[in-house]
């Protein structure tokens, strides 16, 4: 049992070390141009309390194991102000290269101002260092929170289908608990979501006595054997014209 009452530890954010293991790189060839941020740094500060005692014990470790101040900065986390400002823009539907030239404006300030020598530039700030790759990520949590409507994919697909059905875009749905309708052929099992807007029922109304296609896919997300059918049309000029989303899957639980 330890003998002090209480331990905070303070570590670099640099501290540890990626787990090849847990992850293996799609194209381990591709040369990166930042290399990885945790590669073991030792540099970490440790606080004690002792039970009768008000002295605060700590001990130091001062040393890093590379570069501090301006060159670390490309592996030191956004500021929050940074971050609400690219997700701001990201709800808007602002292209990710025209967020980073509003991010990039922000960090360098006048374009046209000119310094004599490397002492007379101002500090350097994150934001500088601030890639697409960054702001693509944040806009990718934006577009989930607008596409995954629960942290659970059942609850997630069950609130779709209220959205879809206030919408008058539900043509069908079948969780793996209901009761397939009398004649489908659909196993008890099976669940199905058919999904068709007003435009695309418009549209198949005007030009569906005619030809029709079906596009299927497999296993296009993470669910094994999950099929995605689109009925399609063609339009005055032959070109095909999306009617019908149908997905249909045994392995989902709701």
Known sequence: MPHFQ?????????????????????HPNR?????PKRIGCK?????????????VLAKYVKEHNHPTNEANLP??????KTREL???????????QEILDSVHQGAYGDDDEVFSSLEDRLPAFRDEFVELRDVRRIIKQI?????????????????????????GALLGFKSRTDTPPSGSGLDTDTFTLMVQTK????????????????????NVTMYENL???????????????????????SLLNF
């Open 6 to 26: 209480k331990r905070i530890r303070f570590i670099c954010s640099r501290a540890g070390s990626c787990d090849s293991k847990k992850y293996k790189k799609k």
């Open 143 to 167: 577009e989930a929170e607008e596409i995954r409507l629960d942290s659970n994919d059942g609850r997630s697909t069950l609130r779709w289908v209220e959205k879809l059905r206030a919408r």
């Open 43 to 55: 540099c970490c500060l440790t606080v004690k309390t002792y039970p009768g005692v008000s002295t």
């Open 75 to 80: 592996y030191v986390r956004m500021s929050k």
């Open 86 to 96: 690219i997700a701001a823009l990201a709800r808007k539907k602002t292209s990710a």
């Open 199 to 218: 435009w695309q029922q418009t549209m198949y109304e005007e030009r569906g006595g005619g030809m029709l296609y079906i596009d299927a896919t497999h």
């Open 227 to 249: 099929n995605l059918t689109t009925i399609i049309v063609r339009d005055e000029w032959g070109h095909g014209k999306q009617r019908t989303n149908k997905s249909s899957i």
């Open 31 to 35: 040369q990166r141009k930042l290399g």
